[in-house]
């Protein structure tokens, strides 16, 4: 549900503020918010982990950039399904990096988003002509 979320404030936002702005403070609401979940349980970081939470920083702020710059042409619900598709690749990536198992609720959300994602991207994707004809 905060995903969805934050999707719909970040495209009321896109149009009055910055890109560079939007980034910005949502990294510090990010990382404000994670800081009370992280801050109990820390430990220290070693130089390669440290690089890696870095590369990852860099990757979600490309992604949200490019998500930023997406809903000043389209509308946020056009934007959703692809969006879902995240939740997937990052059990896929998970687990062939980190031989991580998907849990059963990660594979049976698996089955709903990706042909949800599929029938969506084709009924966006379809000419208005095949609509009237219906």
Known sequence: MCFAMLDIFNKKYSTSESIT???FYGSVATAAIAAFKA???WVP?????FALIGLLGC???VLLYCLLKAFKYVDA???CP????EFVLSAIVGFFLFKEMPSKSTLLGSCIILPSVVYTAMVETREP???EKK
Do not use: C, D, K
């Open 21 to 23: 702005s939007m980034l």
């Open 39 to 41: 801050v109990p349980t």
């Open 45 to 49: 970081v070693t130089g390669s982990q």
């Open 59 to 61: 990757g979600a702020n």
């Open 77 to 79: 619900s056009a934007t």
């Open 82 to 85: 692809y969006r879902y598709t």
């Open 129 to 131: 002509a095949e609509e």
